[in-house]
């Protein structure tokens, strides 16, 4: 056979190999993404190196540790400024919106109820719920644990660290006894007896150059000592209740169940309405139909939303132009429908100030305001009306079964909020007084551990030899009788000077601008707080509307707040626009989750529409 015999036959099909095989990449292509990838890698290492070249580096954690101590002062003041000047306080489970208040009684005013007031001190008045028992258990224990053990060695560490610094200025003129050595270099903790040996020597042997300092000292003590108390104290969880009008069968309703009256159409068959047709506004908003008072008038009755009170907006339109009772004897138009004279015979209950017409309607005949009186406020269920006399006096909180609410006590939680503010504030000063006067000529540092023991050793051992006082044969009690006796509780002192006897705090605020180049750093970082402005509208905005608790704010809050802190970090911590870019992302992804956290759990409050 010829060569023509290996020559395969032509298919006649069309082939689907084209179809099926994905061409390839051109090279150039490949080259770019494979630098692409390259850089990306490189970009990602040399920002992690300068991040934690920025964390190890020694010196960038003090604007950190001003940021964070800024950001505690700023959290405190934020607290009690919104306590004080709310007469109601804010509750995060919304009990303005319930007639249900904190101490369990009943009222149909949402701010009938004072936080204030002495029989709530020890009541959940700040609560957040429904919780199941374990939950609320939980988040108890964990409060006792974390913020009142673990902020009472806080508070403890501090204070020490503070006092030693502040005494250590003060013993080179004024020496200190053995037991205030003791207690302040190497005891470090409150005691009772701490407290009361630390007392005892400052009024009957040896004080220090400042009283005040003394009695910031005292009271100090006193307050971390008990601060576990008081933080179990102001917190705590309790049933959750919900709101019941017992009616003439003395069966019990939901007061949310509830309507609030303001209009009756005593001729409404005119209108394709029933006779004596009731008008109410809805109170889509609130738990419990709860009406707000200021003295003897609610000073909030409107209603904006066209949807749900287009009824109750046109009789209160209708009212203004034609009146009450029907006493106009002439034609008139409801809805756009012409009716003969007279006008519809409309009466209202109780009408307070807002939108709807009525509050300040003069009845032509007794030139009264009928429907100015509280009294006349009437509630309606089921076609039967119950004034606010009966709603009062029926009215019961009642306990919902196997659920929880756990919050704050509002009198105690703005105590605590206002000493640790004083805390705050007192050893801040202290600490700045030290600071700018140590450290001792000669000592790298305050006194400490071993080093504090060997220095009360060397002075115990100096003046007992010299008062020929032999601890060997004597008991300790009679030991310490005799210190107390012959040597006024004894002697320590610094015999070493400070750098700065006097602190001129007006030089080292001036000192401080010109050597830290504040306003040099303030305009090289103008962009970064461009943004931080920028990034807190949004959250002033979202707190002046009241929207916070609505999925769309609380969006906000957790993104751009975390964004501010991520800033905040940055501008603390990093050095390089890579490092504080990475700080301020990482921040917003902690934000993201705990938004879609809490948005999963379900508990955000739904918008009202």
């Known amino acids: ?205 040896r004080r220090l150059s400042s009283v005040v300092a003394m009695v910031f000292m005292i009271a100090t003590m006193i307050f971390v000592l008990v601060f576990p108390t008081l933080a179990s104290a102001m917190t705590g969880y309790t049933p959750a209740t919900k709101a019941f009008i017992q009616n003439d069968v003395e069966r019990l309703i939901p007061f949310s169940d509830f309507k609030v009256l303001a209009y009756v159409i005593h001729d409404g068959f005119r209108i394709n309405m029933t006779t004596n047709a009731y008008v109410v506004r809805p109170f889509d908003y609130y738990t419990d139909p709860v009406v707000w008072y200021m003295g003897e008038k609610l000073d909030f009755y409107s209603c904006y939303n066209e949807e749900e009170c287009s009824q109750v907006n046109a009789v209160s339109e209708y009212v203004s132009r034609y009146g009450f009772y029907g006493n106009n004897n002439t034609k008139s138009t409801w809805n756009n429908t012409a009716l003969p004279a007279p006008a519809l015979n409309i009466s209202a209950y109780y009408i307070p100030p807002g ?14 305001r009928p429907f100015n009186d509280l009294a006349r406020l009437t509630y309606l269920l089921q076609n039967q009306t119950y004034p606010i006399g009966y709603v009062e006096s029926h009215g019961s909180c009642q306990p919902v079964l196997n659920q929880y609410q756990w919050g704050f006590s509002f009198t105690q939680l703005f105590i605590m909020a206002a000493l640790l503010f004083i805390w705050t504030i007192g050893i801040s000063t202290m600490w700045l007084r030290a600071h700018r006067r140590l450290p001792l000529r000669g000592h790298p540092e305050v006194p400490k551990g071993w080093k504090a023991v060997i220095l009360l050793a060397e002075a115990l051992n100096k003046e007992l030899s010299e008062t020929d006082i032999d601890v060997h044969a004597l008991r300790d009690q009679q030991v310490k009788n005799s210190i107390q006796k012959y040597l006024q509780g004894g002697s320590v002192r610094f015999d070493a000077h400070l750098t700065r006897q006097e602190v001129d705090f007006g030089k080292g605020v001036r000192d401080w601008f010109h050597h830290g180049r504040v306003l040099e750093k303030t305009y ?86």
């Open 524 to 609: 090289a970082n103008r962009w970064w707080e461009t943004v931080l402005i920028v990034f807190a509208a949004p959250l002033v905005l979202s707190v002046i509307f009241r929207i916070c608790s609505q999925p769309g704010g609380t969006f906000l809050v957790a993104v751009f707040g975390s964004a501010i802190l991520g800033i905040l970090c940055a501008l603390a911590i990093g050095s390089t626009l890579r490092s504080r870019l990475f700080v301020t992302s990482s921040w917003v992804l902690v934000g993201l989750v705990v938004f879609i956290g809490v948005y999963a759990s379900g508990t955000l409050e739904k918008p009202s529409i």
């Open 355 to 368: 939108s709807l017409f009525g509050n300040n309607w003069t009845d032509p005949q007794t030139q009264q």
């Open 1 to 205: 056979m010829g060569c023509t015999d290996s020559i395969p036959p032509l298919s006649t099909h069309p082939s689907l190999e084209p179809l099926l095989l994905e061409p390839a990449a051109s090279p150039a292509r490949s080259t770019r993404l494979y630098a692409a990838g390259r850089w990306i890698s490189r970009q990602w290492k040399e920002t992690t190196q300068e991040v934690l070249a920025d964390l190890r580096d020694a010196w960038s954690w003090r604007p950190f540790l001003v940021l964070l101590y800024l950001s505690w002062i700023g959290f405190l003041v934020f607290v009690i400024v919104m306590l004080a000047i709310s007469s109601y306080g804010y509750s995060l489970q919304g009990a303005l919106n319930t007639a249900c208040k904190p101490d369990d009684s009943f009222t149909p005013f949402a701010n009938g109820y004072s936080p204030w007031s002495s029989a709530g001190f020890f009541q959940i008045t700040l609560a957040f719920g429904p919780l199941d028992f374990t939950p609320a258990k939980v988040i108890d224990i964990c409060w006792d644990v974390i913020v009142g053990r673990g902020g009472q060695a806080a508070l403890a560490m501090l204070s020490w660290h503070v006092f030693s610094h502040h005494t250590a200025t003060s013993m080179d003129r004024f020496p200190v006894t053995y037991r205030t050595f003791w207690v302040v270099f190497l005891h470090r903790e409150p005691t009772f007896f701490s407290i009361w040996y630390l007392l005892r020597d400052f009024v009957s042997f």
